[in-house]
């Protein structure tokens, strides 16, 4: 617990710790021993272990848990079994209650085999013969809560930690020769929150077990206990924090070898022998070693050292440590970030722990480098652990990727800190951390923060990620909003009807907007808030690779509902259409950020798919960190990279007498590009055929940060209206190249009804009429003609239903057919784009359940995977002798002004007018009325 500060004269009691624990000991291959493999297993509901001195007696056997067993999961539990293997968990011995179909939606993934509360393991080991002058320590890499350890029946050790690895002193000195190692494992242990990844990941499935590494580890009784190396870039050095425990009951003299080699390489690149006086239990020594020419880490050149220590003592032998480091600072400049004394941008992303085949965290290599190089790929460098530290391997893949991690603790009071900056100090990529998520920040959080400073200054920290506060001390900050509660992100933060505020819902689009206003005045680096959250709708194809842990129920009951609602066969289109809306307004999101002069960075929630809360298939890829088919890696990176050529706009939409206009720049934090670059645009059709071209300024790279490009002006009037239009600015010489969408009109439409058709604002006895008459209809209803309507909405939802269910109106875009005539003078594609928004925001989606199911709008609207219902802004069908027209987007009012709205009428019109306006679906009189 930090009550106090931990500076110096604290570290020395918590360093008094480490050797009872020996939490930070490495050992060499030959002194340690793996204890992965079969052990007994029992379960204890009603805790009564202890009680029943079951590490005195050992654990009992399956007759005698049954009973027990049974009252607890009220019989609902299969054959649990005598042995299990770890590293493992609760689902993966399938320990507990087994999982049952439910009809209601879940908070997420859910555990195949279920079990909360004390879980107790016993196995024998054999202690070399060649430990015999070395001390003996149970390493448990990850537990979810309180370990306790029994040594032939004698208690040994006790330790609470989520983040950070158990290790559990057994012998000093060891005994050789059998013993029996007992563990009482509980996950119910609770924080000061009730609610943290790193109790709860972010499938939403908790987890029981002990996984990671487990193994004995022999200890030399004199030895290296923990050792961190703080580089200084400016004086070509480092300076390394030993300490040594001394075990013996006397004092000893040893010398300490210090050699640091580049990582892989034999020779060394610096060596330094000290001598030292072990007269104590614990010496703590600093020790500086000049590091010639030193080759920094970045995410461009991910360098790394390795450090070796070796303690020799006469007559005891000699330990022997290794580290590996990186020659890197990172540190503020107002408000920005500083990586080696050049400006830092940070394009991140959240990771809560989930893993859909798992319930744990994953502890390997191989899955940390996989997930690491996905996030690479799609341009990211930066990683916020929300509510929780990930392992050992995660910081190595990082280390090696040049990815920077934000570790962000649980709950106050905070008691791991010292242990988090102690375990994962020496790694480069551990550069940021946040106490907790969504907190005030308050003089205790401040008092804490500077502790840490005090205690490493290899890392950045700040209270709370969200939200910003003045007059704080924060090294950064990680807000949804800024000065006067200025938003940072897409929505205004901080609950209630978010959807109906977004920027993207009530003003017209563009690209010139950004987040100078919210962070000025703030003298700290800002980062975007968990941004983005733009919901798709969940893949239910993706069920079959849930084949692990974890089962994705909620998938399940989503293909059940949309089987009974006659939409099954919609499904690909619905994730197609929504994820295409999402991907745009991700764009939009990202480079907001990227124009903002001065910003730090963002972290998006999520680039894949988050299962907990609920469903929240936030992201541009899988939960599987695998494609949704929306856009490729490089796609991605157009937008999100170290070099992203920008434009100001100020509109979307133009029409032909226009001309087109705005402003270029290149928002740059890559290497160093000493040659000048020629910047490069082009106006596209839909086909790719150059339209216009053009060049722009020529521009030197001196530093990094947002570079002017020129301003850009093309004449409108020589191309083809209406259309679709792109324009690419590139830099061909960084590889460097954007696009963004915009659409073109004729200054006129003719709007006027044609004389075979009838136009109705209501439903009435006049609208029959002209139906049983068999004449063309084309009706525009009136809101109390639409019962169960919703408001129109441009956006997809934000986050989940479940969780945001007071978010109105838990749309997720459009979905139509392109190659319908209904489209002929009205260039689209199957899901919502920039030039929708006119026509969805002036607009009530129809509930159309009371249709035939075989009659789909023309323009649907996509429901949320909750209510999956039917719904359209547009639709035909045979009524009578009549052909029926029914739209509820407001293509009637203030043409002038809206060149969108004017053109689809036209368009509706037109097919209207021609012989392919042809229903084929017939319906009675009661349809139109919405009953």
Sequence with gaps: MISGGFGRQSLFFGLFLLLAFGLFAQTEPDNTLSLAGNWRVALDPYNTGMTAKWPENGLPGRADLRLHEKLFFRGNIGEQPEEMHL???????????????????????ERLYAYDGVLWFEKEIDIPENWRDKSVQLFLERVPGNSKVWLDGK???????WATPHVHELMNPAAQGRHRITVRVDNNVKMETDWSHHVTPGSGARWNGLVGRIELQAVHRTAIKNMQVHPNIREKKITVQVTLAN???????????????????????????????LSDTLLYTEIEMPVPDPVRWDEFNPFLYELEAELTVSGKGSDTTKTLFGVRELTTEGSRFLLNGQPLFLRGTLDCGQFPLRADPAMDRETWMHVLQVYRQYGLNHVRFHTWCPPEAAFQAADELGMIFQIEMASPPYPELSDILDTYGNHPSFGLLSLHNERSHTDFTRQVIGEGKKHDARHLYCCTSHPWQPDCTDDFFVSAWGVDRKRTVGIQWAG???????????????TSSDYRDAIRGIDAPVISHEMGQWAVYPDISELPEYNGALRNLNCERITDNLREKGLLDRAPDFVQASGQLALLLYKEEIEATLRTPLYGGFQLLDLHDFQGQGLSTVGIINAFWKSKGLITPEGFREFCSPSV???RMEKRVWTRSERFEGVAELSYFGPEVKKPLQARWRICNDRGEVLSSGKLGSVRLEERGLIPLGKLSAALNGLPAPAKLQLVIELPEINAANR??????PDRAETAVPPDIQVFTGWGSDVEKALENGQKVLLFPKAGDLPGSRAGCFTTMFWNPLHK????PHTMGILCNPEHPVFTAFPTEAHSNWQWWDLTVHARAMVLDHTPVRMKPL??????????????YLYECKVGAGKLMVCSMDIDSDLENRPVARQFRQSVLLYMASDKFDPTEEVDMTLPKGR
């Design 805 to 808: 269910w007071h978010q109105k």
């Design 496 to 510: 209630g009807d978010v959807i109906s505020v977004t920027r993207f819902n009530t003003d017209a689009p563009e």
């Design 155 to 161: 208690l040994k050790n006790d330790r609470t930690a």
């Design 247 to 277: 075990a013996e009951k006397e004092p000893r003299t040893g010398n300490l070898s210090l050699t640091v080699r580049k990582k892989g390489a034999s020779g060394a690149v610096a060596t330094k022998t000290v001598t030292c006086e």
């Design 859 to 872: 323009v649907q609207v996509i429901d949320n995977f909750v209510t999956n219902q039917r719904l359209g």
């Design 645 to 647: 050529p920008l434009f």
């Design 740 to 745: 963004w969408d915009f659409w073109l009109y």
């Design 87 to 109: 590293p493992g968990t609760d689902s993966d011995g399938h320990l507990g209650q087994k999982l049952t179909y439910t009809p209601g939606l879940a908070p997420g993934l």
